[in-house]
């Protein structure tokens, strides 16, 4: 076999599996909804790897304590 066809097909073989690779990592993201969740105090937005999603989030201690003194 000659050098360059060995070199040929590792380089295929390499993009292949990049391509591969690439295509389920991008199946793995999930999708994002539309809508963005706030925090319910200060306003500020979610972060989204949160699963929990509706009314009643806040962001931060300091503004769930601000919240329940509010009750």
């Known amino acids: 076999m000659h050098r360059s066809w060995l070199r040929t097909k590792l380089a295929e073989t390499g993009t292949k599996v990049t391509g591969k690779v690439t295509e389920r990592a991008k199946a ?7 809508s963005e969740d706030s925090c319910m105090v200060c306003g ?28």
Request: proline share 6%; with cysteine; charged share 25%.
């Open 28 to 34: 793995m993201v999930p999708f994002q909804l539309a």
């Open 44 to 71: 500020r937005t979610m972060r989204r790897h949160h699963t929990v999603r509706g009314d009643g989030r806040v962001c931060s201690p300091a503004c769930a304590r601000t919240w329940a003194e509010g009750l």
